[in-house]
Nanobody, 118 residues
């Protein structure tokens, strides 16, 4: 079992920056990839970025060049530095982790609200 807790969401003006953090606890040794998804009302949850324990990253096209994902294996945490934020980035952002055991369901945090508005 893995627990994920996000922090860092809030209100920011267009063009501004936020840094999201996610701390993992529990059976952290089973974690393969970690990352972030986001969701707006009426739409499916969408991938933002993922990172493996070895540092391989994957970004959604709509955030590439603006967001940077990083991972601290010693601290069991993953971060998302969000720059040049746009109103379209407004969403609930969820921390994500999956397991080396593909039979396990992925793990999700409770979500943190990011609102980009002037």
């Amino acid at each position: 079992q893995v627990q994920l807790v996000e922090s860092g969401g809030g209100l920011v003006q267009p063009g501004g920056s936020l840094r999201l953090s996610c701390d993992a606890s529990g059976s952290i040794f089973i974690i393969n990839r970690m990352g972030w998804y986001r969701q707006v009302p009426g739409k499916e949850r969408a991938l933002v970025a993922t990172i493996t324990s070895s540092g391989n990253t994957n970004y959604a096209a709509f955030v590439k060049g603006r967001f940077t994902i990083s991972r601290d294996n010693a601290k069991n945490s993953v971060n998302l530095q969000m720059n040049s934020l746009k109103p379209e980035d407004t969403a609930v952002y969820y921390c994500y982790a999956d397991s080396y055991d593909v039979q396990r369901q992925p793990y999700w945090g409770q979500g943190t609200q990011v609102t980009v508005s002037s």
